[in-house]
């Protein structure tokens, strides 16, 4: 009979990561307790006998299609492992903090509105083997032309955005606790919590859009809970002019799914009833990006537009009124 709390590891030719990460995983295992499940999407045989012979507890699994891309796979170890109250979202370039995982885990079974929670994830230096103090994530951020972000990414914490934390739109896709029995109103059944059509990137925020329309209780807490070597990451700032400088640093691949999948997120998720301040905000931001990818980016506008025309919405479910849901938006 399955434990009550499922973990989750997603792999991709990660072993250095998986050498410090899964040394927590299990003494999570143990602690929790929990069942645990390791897809590996690249189907690296060297993962393979390191999981088998330091985790043997651990459920190694491939995908006959190789590799499906992050959401799809954390859908998948639900498939493959259905029977749990709670899933744990752990990807291989994070370590967490054994003890808090398990007070978030206490909190949300002492509080069952509760549907999603993580704490503060600070950088993880892992070529200097350093756990910093840095900010990774402390939730995720949206504007209201719809522009998404990391609250206080790159900054040093000093508790300066504590009285913020129950103010942030979604939590960051790296780790996080739900609970599962909210994923039948995300998309009308027991195992899928992201969207499969999105490879990777805007997914959490796809996520977070669908548990908001629920009216779905989402809690970031105040105490660290984890580091995270996070490899694409804007500290440039949120103008027009320092998101134009990221733009430079991101990698081909990940510019490409960013934005076609944040198109998906729009068509599945924006509702015109959130108002014109912020319809009008959104529909300038939109025409200046897509102007900008055209001329900069050709490839990536058009996958966007094929995403735009071609690609059909799966339509939020809507619980909260667009006047309370509106309120979200900076």
Known sequence: MPHKTLIGVLSYNDLHYLKESLTVVESLRLNLPADVVVMDTAE?????????????????????DGNIGYGNAYNEMLRLHPGHDYYLVYTSDVVLDGPVVKEYLNRMKEDPELMMCAGKMHYWDFENHHKSQVIDTLGIVAEKRHHFHE???????????DDQLDQVFGISGAAFLIRTSVLWDLHGNNYQLFDERMWMYKEDVDLAYRLNWLGAKVKV?????????RTVANREGQSM????????KKPGYGRLHSYKNHILMLKNNFSLKLGMGIVLRTLIYEKLKAFFLLLRH???FLAGLKTLLLVPAKRSDRRVSATQFRNLFR
Do not use: C, M
């Open 44 to 64: 690296n045989d060297e993962v393979k006998d390191f999981v088998a012979s330091n985790y043997p507890e651990f459920d190694y699994v491939r995908h006959k």
């Open 151 to 161: 609250l206080g990414s790159g900054e040093v914490d000093s508790g300066q955005y």
């Open 221 to 229: 807490f105040p105490e660290v809970w984890g580091w995270h070597a």
């Open 241 to 248: 002019t320092a998101l134009t400088r990221a733009d430079r």
């Open 298 to 300: 050709p490839k990536v």
